[in-house]
């Protein structure tokens, strides 16, 4: 069994997935939009060229994503995708870029389980905890 974190975007699914492919060194294992689908008729044209099924690849992790049709469109809440990296600095980094042109709801820094924690919502609405290291080592 394996979970993978399935994000619905507002229409901007390939922009923060070609950013987040780039941030985590990972790879788009595919792509298809709403174009490609059979009969095209969910969505509005001015959607066919949205994203319908995208995969991140980040070695054995995936995550997932598509953009919501404007008729089932909400604000990402209720969760986060948390992140733990073994490098203090790379998380360090990964949070920085993560915030820019987002919202920070708690600086990275160092907590009492971590070496270093953060959260924020970054600039495509997806919210995020990066953590690295464990503060007890």
Same mark, same amino acid.
């Given at each position: ?18 950013? !987040? +492919? *780039?941030?985590?060194?990972?790879? #788009?294992?595919? $792509?298809? &939009?709403?174009?490609?689908?059979? @009969?095209? @008729? ?7 060229? %949205?994203? $319908?099924?995208? =995969?991140?690849? #980040?070695?054995? =992790? ?9 008729? !089932?469109?909400?604000?990402?809440? *209720? ?6 990296? *073994? ?9 920085? +870029? ?7 709801? $708690? ?6 389980? +971590?070496?270093?924690?953060? $959260?924020? %919502?970054?600039?495509?609405? &997806?919210?995020?905890? #990066?953590?690295? *290291?464990?503060? =007890?080592?």
């Amino acid at each position: 069994m394996k979970f993978v974190t399935y994000l619905f975007f507002n229409g901007n699914c390939r922009e923060a997935f070609e950013f !987040y +492919a *780039g941030l985590f060194d990972g790879e #788009i294992a595919g $792509m298809g &939009t709403y174009r490609d689908e059979p @009969g095209q @008729g969910s969505v509005p044209a001015e959607w066919l060229d %949205k994203v $319908m099924n995208v =995969q991140l690849s #980040i070695g054995d =992790q995936a995550l997932m994503a598509s953009d919501a049709p404007p008729q !089932y469109a909400s604000d990402m809440s *209720g969760f986060s995708v948390s992140v733990d990296l *073994g490098d203090l600095g790379r998380a360090g980094r990964v949070f920085t +870029a993560l915030a820019d042109g987002g919202t920070v709801n $708690m600086p990275f820094q160092p907590t009492f389980w +971590a070496k270093g924690f953060g $959260m924020v %919502k970054d600039r495509f609405g &997806t919210p995020w905890m #990066i953590s690295s *290291g464990n503060a =007890q080592e």
